[in-house]
């Protein structure tokens, strides 16, 4: 991190928040060493990190016109979906007002009437079980200790999937531990009819759960896959490789 330069620096109830920068880049970081966003100023909807492309997997199996994001931080995922579909209803949650205010300010969050942006904690959000149902649901709920426990908690996915519509995704960002985490595995299954991971060349396990059933020939994935990368305007072959049913 030695080559970026400090541009914000603050403190909330949760910890620090850092925004750095070089010639190229921005970063958000929630302590140091550690990188929660990392963003192209020039072209922001091209994800910097593997996690962020692998989840955008999903859109190989679905169209969506409407996804809540749980955790926004500095946006990355926003910016790719809406790079993707413009028409997209995209709901994103986030628990520090903070974080809202980052996004905004440094990471050029695409702001318009498709885009609401709710200061809550995720769990209350779901909880609550106010918003219409959407295609897919992404949560990626990390603090600079890591991936909040609350999201690989059996409440937690039912939750979600009372969120999601009959033909709906999960995607949940963890880490490659969470491959070995059998319960999780079976919260999953009590919901979703498949179920499907990746593994990240950055340690993350990326989790796709499906509503139902969706068939795919390695050629019809590969071809769909190479139409979504020039969609996407990034190449999604290497998370491809790495991705399968989780069983």
């Not at 192209?40 to 910097?48: G, Y």
């Not at 059998?182 to 979703?192: A, T, V």
Request: charged content about 20%; some cysteine; hydrophobic content about 45%.
């Amino acid at each position: 991190m030695s080559d970026y330069q400090v541009l914000h620096q603050t403190q909330d109830e949760y910890g620090p928040l850092i925004v750095l920068e070089d010639k190229q880049t921005r970063i958000l970081a929630f302590g140091e060493n550690d990188e929660q966003s990392k963003l192209l100023k020039a072209t922001p909807h091209i994800p910097q990190h593997t996690y962020v492309q692998a989840m955008l997997l999903v859109l190989l199996y679905s169209q969506p016109k409407s996804a809540i994001v749980l955790g926004l931080g500095g946006g990355g995922l926003i910016h790719a979906l809406r790079h993707f579909d413009a028409g997209i209803k995209l709901t994103a949650v986030e628990l520090r007002a903070e974080v809202i205010e980052l996004a905004k300010r440094y990471f050029q969050l695409p702001l318009s009437k498709k885009l609401k942006v709710v200061h809550q904690d995720a769990k209350h959000f779901l909880a609550a079980a106010e918003h219409k149902r959407v295609d897919v649901v992404f949560t990626d709920i990390y603090s600079a200790d890591g991936v909040d426990a609350a999201q690989v908690s059996e409440t937690f996915i039912a939750q979600c999937a009372a969120l999601i519509k009959a033909d709906g995704y999960l995607v949940l960002n963890c880490w490659k531990e969470h491959s070995q985490n059998r319960e999780l595995l079976g919260y999953l299954n009590m919901h979703f009819a498949e179920v499907r991971a990746c593994l990240t060349g950055s340690g993350n396990w990326v989790v796709l759960a499906g509503k139902a059933k969706h068939e795919i020939s390695a050629s019809g994935l590969k071809s769909k896959a190479q139409a979504l990368s020039q969609q996407l305007d990034f190449q999604l072959g290497r998370s491809l490789t790495r991705f399968d049913i989780w069983e």
